[in-house]
């Protein structure tokens, strides 16, 4: 069983940068592929980045590519989403998830097993 908690969104001019961190409970964290997603209003939850159990394999949306940069810490059981050269269009409701021990990453949200609460991001032209 694995908890999710994210924080650090907010406001931010577009340009501007934010670090997103998801905190994880649970020995499994360690073992678990962990994913971003975001969700706009009316649109559905998309793939933004993804991380293998061991940090190895990342992927991104070409969207955030080069802007976006994922990674975590083991030790701290927490997953982080640095976000820089934000835009407009980066304004959503962002969620960390982790799938089942030992999966690998995957963009597909059915994917995940645990979801966290999410954080808003809000980016103003």
């Known amino acids: 069983q694995v908890q999710l908690v994210e924080s650090g969104g907010g406001l931010v001019q577009a340009g501007g940068s934010l670090r997103l961190s998801c905190a994880a409970s649970?020995?499994?964290?360690?073992?678990?592929?962990m994913g971003w997603f975001r969700q706009a209003p009316g649109k559905e939850r998309e793939f933004v980045s993804a991380i293998s159990w061991g940090g190895a394999n990342i992927d991104y949306t070409d969207s955030v590519k080069g802007r976006f940069t994922i990674s975590r810490d083991n030790v701290k059981n927490t997953v982080y989403l640095q976000m820089n050269s934000l835009k407009p269009e980066d304004t959503a409701v962002y969620y960390c998830a982790a799938r089942t021990m030992l999966a690998i990453i995957s963009t597909t949200p059915d994917d995940y097993v645990y979801w966290g609460q999410g954080t808003q991001v809000t980016v103003s032209s």
């Open positions: 649970g020995r499994a964290f360690s073992s678990s592929a």
